[in-house]
């Protein structure tokens, strides 16, 4: 019985290093909305036009109360709020298809797209 007790912390402490190791393997992107009508979505400096399938950290710099940056695709639905400014991640699992992000307020000028293959 003492030995199950002495590796219970074992376990945890490997389930943290496990998921947090999954977490950094994750490609970056950065999305930004404001503080003009621009909204962005860009892997380093370059825009985002097309993606492999897989596991993305998305960070959202809203710089403007009068926009949001909302994304939506195959199992992704995910937006910032209108009113409020700030920095936003998203752990996100991107599948085949089109996405598309856009400001809701604005959304007819404020708009961009990419597919994942």
Do not use: E
């Amino acid at each position: 019985m003492s030995r199950r007790l002495w590796a219970l912390p074992l376990v945890a402490a490997l389930a943290i290093v496990t998921s947090a190791t999954v977490a950094q393997g994750a490609t970056r992107l950065n999305g930004t909305v404001g503080p003009g009508f621009t909204i962005t979505l860009k892997k380093g400096n370059t825009k985002v036009t097309t993606l492999s399938a897989g596991s993305y950290t998305i960070r959202i710099s809203d710089r403007a109360s009068s926009h949001n940056f909302h994304l939506t695709g195959p199992g992704v639905n995910k937006k910032t709020s209108v009113s409020a400014t700030g920095t936003t991640t998203w752990n996100v699992r991107l599948r085949p298809g089109t996405y598309r992000y856009v400001c809701d307020p604005h959304a007819s000028m404020m708009k961009g797209s990419f597919r994942v293959r």
